[in-house]
């Protein structure tokens, strides 16, 4: 079974950034499509970023873009979520996912469409 490992997580201040990295140790995720969600206390699991497993399409929720970008290293088996400008309604322990039957990520970013997850980190944006 397809067991995902996210690490990067920690405490920054505000204007700061964090690179997340997912990985899965013994499968390929080439054939993957790759989601970042996150969950703050209190609140729904929600979409953050997905890219996808073809064409490197990608999706970005509105209050993240042009801060986050999403990128996948195939070489490295690994997916990361660059995070800049950094605020404190980020602050929520993000998750990555991945699905092999996810086709249109724009409109497929959504958790329940999701498979297999990963056990999150923690990010804390705070002065």
Do not use: H
């Amino acid at each position: 079974q397809l067991q995902l490992v996210e690490s990067g997580g920690g405490l920054v201040q505000p204007g700061g950034s964090l690179r997340l990295s997912c990985t899965a140790p013994g499968f390929t995720l080439d054939y993957y499509a790759i989601g970042w969600f996150r969950q703050a206390p209190g609140k729904e699991r929600e979409g953050v970023s997905c890219i996808s497993s073809s064409d490197g399409s990608t999706y970005y929720a509105d209050s993240v873009k042009g801060r986050f970008t999403i990128s996948r290293d195939n070489a490295k088996n690994t997916v990361y979520l660059q995070m800049n400008n950094l605020k404190p309604e980020d602050t929520a322990v993000y998750y990555c996912a991945a699905d092999w039957g996810i086709t249109t990520v724009q409109a497929m970013c959504v958790p329940d469409l999701f498979g297999s997850w990963g056990q999150g980190t923690q990010v804390t944006v705070s002065s």
